[in-house]
Nanobody
């Protein structure tokens, strides 16, 4: 079994910063890629950022230059640093990962989601 556990989000004022983490645990052989998605009220879940096993990154246009995704391979943890936050960044943020298990199955997993609110 594999679990993804996200850190608590929070509430910040526009222009502020938040850091989210996603810790993977369980029968992990390797984490092939880790993503962040978000879902705002009344909207579909959307892609935010991705980091692969070779540390290549990809960002949604809406967050480029403001968000940074990174990973700590030793801790099986992904980090999303969010700066210059805007009200439109308000959403539930979900961690997602493609993981090869010790049994050599490659599956994808989701975290439970964490609320980020940007408001004055």
């Amino acid at each position: 079994q594999v679990q993804l556990v996200e850190s608590r989000g929070g509430s910040v004022q526009p222009g502020g910063s938040l850091r989210l983490s996603c810790a993977a645990s369980g029968s992990i052989f390797s984490i092939n890629a880790m993503d962040w998605y978000r879902q705002a009220p009344g909207k579909q879940r959307e892609f935010v950022a991705r980091i692969t096993d070779d540390s290549s990154t990809k960002y949604a246009d809406s967050v480029k230059g403001r968000f940074t995704i990174s990973r700590d391979n030793a801790k099986n943890t992904g980090i999303l640093q969010m700066n210059s936050l805007k009200p439109e960044d308000t959403a539930v943020y979900y961690c997602h990962a493609y993981i090869t298990t010790l049994g050599r199955a490659t599956l994808h997993y989701w975290g439970q989601g964490t609320q980020v609110t940007v408001s004055s």
